[in-house]
């Protein structure tokens, strides 16, 4: 049975910076990645790596956001910084057996599973 535990979330004001962590195990994966959903909207891709290192972001968080992996890419990362209101969101770690989640424009549709998320709230 797979795991993906998020951890990290919080409360912070404008301007402020947050870092995710997801622990990853039993699962097998070319893709691992984040998406988001806020209250009465679509779940959102945020960024994604590939098994081969290349990464995306969505436009809104390009300069801002920084994914990585550890060493044995059981751990993913997300690095948030100059976070404002918009970001505002349950933050979830995910992972795809594929490649889809990582090259797809309705990326978050492609993520085969996924954490229970951590809350990020960015006041103003």
């Known amino acids: 049975q797979g795991r993906l535990v998020e951890s990290g979330g919080g409360s912070v004001q404008t301007g402020g910076s947050l870092t995710l962590s997801c622990a990853a195990s039993g699962y097998t994966y070319n893709c691992m990645g984040w998406f988001r959903q806020a209250p009465g909207k679509q779940p959102e891709g945020v960024a994604a790596?590939?098994?081969?290192?290349?990464?995306r972001y969505t436009d809104s968080v390009k300069g801002r956001f920084t994914i990585s992996q550890n060493n044995a890419k059981n751990t993913l990362y997300l690095q948030m910084n100059s976070l404002n209101p918009e970001d505002t969101a349950m933050y979830y770690c995910?992972?795809?057996?594929?490649?889809?989640?990582?090259?797809?424009?309705?990326?978050?549709?492609?993520?085969?599973?996924w954490g229970q998320g951590t809350q990020v709230t960015v006041s103003s």
């Open positions: 995910a992972v795809d057996s594929g490649l889809a989640a990582c090259y797809s424009r309705s990326w978050p549709l492609y993520y085969t599973y």
């Open positions: 790596i590939a098994s081969d290192g290349s990464t």
